[in-house]
Structure formats: C-alpha cells, structure tokens
C-alpha cells in the first residue's frame, strides 16, 4: 500500500517518493517551509521533522539571564543537590563494581588458554634469570660495568692465563665458576657462559689469518693479518680454538677470520 504525501495528503508513488524526516514527500512537495525552493537529500535542513534550506533554517537564540542573588542561591543550591545525589548514589553502588559473568563453556575454554599461557610465559622468564646471559648478550654490559666501576680490580687468583707458551694446544677442564663475591661493598658479576666454554680434545690443522682480530674476552686471542694459527680445534660454526705461532698465545678466535693452510 503506497503512503501519503507528508504536504499535500496524496498517494505517493514508489517513482516520485522521497522518504525523508521520518514522512513520505513527493518531489515537488518536498521544499522548504519558508521560500518554497524545491529541496534534496544533499542540500535540505530539518528542524522538527520539516524540510528548510540552509538561508532559512532555524537559528536558535538564548537568553541572556542576570546573576542577581536570587539566581546566584539557585545555582548554588542546585550544585548542592547534585553532590548529595552524587553520594547517595556512590554510597549504594558501593562493593558492587563487580559483574557477574556467567560461567559458560566458551568463557571456561578463554580462561583456560590464559592459564596456560601465563605458565608458558613464567616458565620461559624463570629459565632465562636462571640460565643468566649468553654467549654476546653478557658482554656488552660487563664491559659497561668494568668502564664504570674503574677503581675496582679482580683479586689476582682470579685472573685466567693469557699466555700459554706450549708447542701443543693445552685444554683447561672446565671448572666450576664460584658465586659472585663481595669485595668493598663491589658484588662481582658472575663470569658470562662464553669464558665458560671449554675447547675440544683432538689434533690440530694449520690456519692463515685473512684480517686483523683484538681479542673482546680473556678466553680469546689477538693476531695479525697474515699469522699462522696452528692446532686449530673447530668448537662450533663460528669460533675455533688454536695458537698463534707469532706470540705463542692460545686461545678462542673467529673462523671467519681465518683460512685453512
């Protein structure tokens, strides 16, 4: 059944139709109140469900009120009543700022998928505190540390050897790091798990240096491009352990920085 026009009171054809405001218009029908200019969707106003183009569209205007006293007592008692109110009403939702939620199937599953990935997580931090830093992730701040705290030495015991003056490459077993001491209020760091790796057992090849390397820890050594390193052992993909033939030194060094004889 087609709806009558919302001005002129006849039927409204689906061709002719503007649905608008809430009412039904024909297009002729749907203009504005005031000037009768014939309107749109794009450029009509409505003010109390009737159509107004923008020059005559309703403008509101205030009223300017005095602050005499009686005005001013008003507002301040109005101001009281919205803080008593605001009381009485924290007062009473007081304790219940809790929801209940309904303890369904999907709620119990969501609720178990955090259980278990907080347990992942706690586990995967407490096995990093307890593993401490590895490999170049400790070295850059105990570098920082020793920078900083200049004035403090390590006891001489517990300097490891630089200088290992033997033809045939000599292996520490790896031993036991003591727990952190205290010296002079100092708490020395615990030794970073790379002084802790212990080199292979086996016979030696010969390498060349290719670039120049200072050694970064007291486990590593130091050459020139063009050394010879003799009984190199192959520790892992990017480090061996061998003797420079020039200072006799043995130690760490990097296998990209060298190349076999």
Same mark, same amino acid.
Request: charged share 25%.
């Given at each position: 059944?087609?709806?009558?026009?919302?001005?002129?009171?006849?039927?409204?054809?689906?061709?002719?139709?503007?649905?608008?405001?809430?009412?039904?218009?024909?297009?002729?029908?749907?203009?504005?109140?005031?000037?009768?200019?014939?309107?749109?969707?794009?450029?009509?106003?409505?003010?109390?469900?009737?159509?107004?183009?923008?020059?005559?569209?309703?403008?509101?205007?205030?009223?300017? /009120? +005095? &602050? @005499? #006293? !009686?005005?001013? $007592?008003? =507002?301040?008692?109005?101001?009281?009543?919205?803080?008593?109110? *605001?009381? %009485?009403?924290?007062?009473?939702?007081?304790?219940?700022?809790?929801?209940? /939620? +309904? &303890? @369904? #199937? !999907?709620?119990? $599953?969501? =609720?178990?998928?955090?259980?278990?990935?907080?347990?992942?997580? *706690?586990? %995967?931090?407490?096995?990093?505190?307890?593993?401490?830093?590895?490999?170049?992730?400790?070295?850059? #701040? !105990?570098?920082?540390?020793?920078?900083?705290?200049?004035?403090?030495?390590?006891?001489?015991?517990?300097?490891?050897?630089?200088?290992?003056?033997?033809?045939?490459?000599?292996?520490?077993?790896?031993?036991?790091?003591?727990?952190?001491?205290?010296?002079?209020?100092?708490?020395?760091?615990?030794?970073?798990?790379?002084?802790?790796?212990?080199?292979?057992?086996?016979?030696?090849?010969?390498?060349?240096?290719?670039?120049?390397?200072?050694?970064?820890?007291?486990?590593?050594?130091?050459?020139?491009?063009?050394?010879?390193?003799?009984?190199?052992?192959?520790?892992?993909?990017?480090?061996?352990?061998?003797?420079?033939?020039?200072?006799?030194?043995?130690?760490?060094?990097?296998?990209?920085?060298?190349?076999?004889?």
């Amino acid at each position: 059944m087609n709806p009558n026009c919302a001005r002129c009171g006849k039927i409204v054809y689906p061709t002719e139709k503007v649905n608008c405001l809430d009412k039904f218009w024909h297009k002729a029908c749907f203009h504005c109140e005031t000037c009768k200019m014939t309107l749109n969707m794009k450029n009509y106003k409505g003010y109390e469900k009737k159509p107004y183009c923008n020059a005559h569209y309703p403008k509101q205007s205030f009223t300017m /009120v +005095a &602050d @005499t #006293p !009686e005005n001013l $007592r008003l =507002k301040q008692q109005s101001e009281l009543q919205s803080q008593v109110r *605001y009381k %009485e009403e924290f007062e009473k939702n007081k304790g219940k700022g809790f929801s209940v /939620v +309904a &303890d @369904t #199937p !999907e709620f119990q $599953r969501i =609720k178990k998928t955090q259980d278990q990935i907080s347990n992942i997580k *706690y586990h %995967e931090e407490f096995e990093k505190s307890r593993m401490g830093p590895s490999g170049g992730e400790g070295m850059e #701040p !105990e570098r920082r540390d020793a920078q900083d705290g200049s004035s403090y030495r390590r006891p001489p015991e517990q300097q490891q050897p630089h200088h290992i003056p033997t033809s045939a490459p000599v292996y520490q077993q790896p031993q036991q790091q003591p727990a952190a001491q205290s010296y002079g209020g100092y708490k020395e760091p615990a030794a970073p798990v790379s002084i802790q790796r212990s080199a292979p057992g086996g016979g030696g090849k010969r390498y060349r240096a290719v670039y120049d390397y200072s050694a970064a820890d007291e486990d590593e050594v130091s050459f020139q491009d063009g050394d010879t390193i003799v009984n190199v052992q192959q520790i892992d993909d990017g480090w061996m352990y061998g003797t420079v033939e020039r200072t006799g030194d043995t130690g760490m060094l990097p296998a990209n920085y060298v190349e076999a004889i």
